[in-house]
């Protein structure tokens, strides 16, 4: 599977701490082997991982391409985002 990075995930990488970036690497590697497991509520096209108790992947898989939109380190980062759809 082939996996893209968007230039908003790319930036929450590069602001992330070591251990946060060595746990997203995990991440992403275990879901190009594992169907993605949670769909997104309100009808958005996306799929999340969770990474720890705060930290998640936004993605979505289209023609056996993995596509990492973002890379929240922070729960509030995150709903800030996912409060933006509803």
Do not use: C
């Amino acid at each position: 599977m082939k996996i893209l990075i968007t230039e908003n995930a790319e930036k929450e990488y590069n602001t992330a701490d070591k251990t946060l970036k060595k746990l997203f690497k995990k991440h992403i590697k275990k879901m190009t082997t594992i169907p993605p497991r949670k769909h997104l509520k309100f009808g958005l096209p996306f799929n999340v991982e969770q990474v720890t108790k705060q930290a998640r992947i936004i993605y979505k898989i289209e023609n056996n391409t993995l596509y990492i939109l973002h890379l929240f380190t922070t729960h509030k980062e995150y709903e800030k985002w996912y409060k933006s759809f509803k």
